[in-house]
């Protein structure tokens, strides 16, 4: 596992630094960023959290995990040279949809929370699949 990353219980959590690029004129996180970095997590989770190589899943698998529903409250606002730790609990499994809570923190100040919805599927048909046993 990387060292920025951990699981402690039913959570993963990864440590990620704040750069440039994420930010907005303003020199805070742009809202968009901070869903692009909400799926870096996932990778993460996936490929550090549960041993399934991102890559893989869906590249040779053609798995897909698009967003069947999503809320995101933006709490406090992060900065350019921040480490944020972003974590992603999973909160209902079902036969071909996976709830996640998501979470922003930075020094323990809750920056975003969010809930979403991923919806497994076929990369092939673009049709909802059970999800995989891995």
């Known amino acids: ?16 630094l704040v750069r440039f690029s994420h930010c907005d004129p303003a020199g805070i996180v742009f809202y968009p960023q901070v869903l692009v970095l909400f799926n870096h997590l996932l990778e993460d989770w996936l490929t550090h959290g549960l041993g399934i190589d991102y890559t893989d899943f869906i590249g040779q698998r053609r798995i897909g995990t698009p967003t ?20 992603i609990t999973p909160e209902r499994v079902g036969g071909t949809s996976l709830t996640l809570a998501l979470e922003a923190r930075c020094a323990g100040e809750l920056r975003v929370a969010a ?20």
């Open 1 to 16: 596992m990387s060292q920025n990353c951990r699981i402690l219980g039913n959570t993963f959590h990864s440590d990620m």
């Open 68 to 87: 069947g529903r999503l809320e995101v409250d933006f709490r406090a606002i992060s900065r350019m040279g921040e480490d944020v730790t972003f974590s």
């Open 115 to 134: 809930r979403q919805v991923l919806v497994f599927t076929s990369l092939d048909t673009h049709r909802a699949i059970d999800i995989p046993p891995d």
